[in-house]
């Protein structure tokens, strides 16, 4: 019954190459997030999409492409990895576009060698 | 840049007494704060906000006060507990119903409560 859940939990690949990782919510929130927790730790929005439509892109590369099925998954895909991309990825939900209060996944740790 | 700081990486207090973690913002444009907790493993969940019409939001043990004038707000907790431990991040909006609800998050603050 977990509200926000991200497959997978751990990811490791090598550079180069594509991966995928999936989030579903099971909340009936119309917008979903995925957001960046780089080394630093810094928590930065990506993307966000509301009724499967994109809202923000905040100057994502576009190795990055989000894609929303239905307004329940927001899946991210990522082209071409980069040593750079490993990080922690963390989608979340909110009922509304503007409603603060966000609701996060586990989360995604992302290495690439 | 960052919009949004948390100087403090980390703090430890003893069991019982006061926690406070404080957050400072850049942005006179914000105007929805929150308060989120994380813990290892886990993605971050919320805890408290408060809007900038207010300068105190309290819910049980864990009280936000915010200094528009100052551009500084700070989260209370108490009494700790050993069960607080966690990262706690201080995040900010422009604005409730905005129209893209973009949170701009600090680095985070380390509560470690000790028995």
């Known amino acids: 019954d977990t509200a926000v859940s991200q497959t997978p939990k751990y990811l490791v690949t090598q550079m180069g190459n594509d991966k995928s990782i999936k989030c579903e919510q099971n909340?009936?929130?119309?917008?979903m997030y995925w957001y960046k927790q780089d080394s630093k730790k810094f928590l930065k929005i990506m993307f966000s999409?509301?009724?499967?439509?994109?809202?923000i892109n905040e100057t994502v590369p576009n190795r990055f492409s989000p894609k929303s099925p239905d307004k329940a998954h927001l899946n991210l895909h990522i082209n071409s990895l980069e040593l750079g991309d490993s990080a922690v990825y963390f989608c979340?939900?909110?009922?509304?576009?503007?409603?603060?209060?966000?609701?996060f996944g586990p989360g995604t740790r992302l290495t690439v060698l | 840049d960052q919009q949004v700081k948390q100087n403090s990486p980390s703090l430890s207090v003893q069991e019982g007494r006061i926690s406070i973690l404080n957050c400072d913002y850049t942005?006179?444009?914000?105007?929805?704060f929150l308060w989120y907790k994380k813990y290892p493993a886990e993605g971050p969940t919320f805890l408290i906000s408060?809007?900038?019409?207010?300068d105190k939001n309290e819910d049980g043990r864990f009280t936000v006060f915010l200094n528009k004038s100052a551009k500084h707000l700070s989260l209370h907790i108490v009494p700790s507990q050993p069960g607080d431990s966690a990262v706690y991040f201080c995040?900010?909006?422009?604005?409730?119903?905005?129209?893209?609800?973009?949170?701009?998050f600090g680095k985070g603050t380390k509560l470690s409560v000790k028995p």
């Open positions: 995040a900010a909006s422009d604005g409730y119903g905005g129209s893209q609800g973009n949170l701009i």
């Open positions: 408060i809007s900038s019409i207010k």
């Open positions: 999409y509301n009724n499967k439509e994109l809202i």
């Open positions: 909340l009936g929130h119309d917008t």
């Open positions: 979340a939900s909110s009922q509304v576009v503007g409603d603060n209060e966000q609701f």
């Open positions: 942005n006179s444009m914000f105007d929805y």
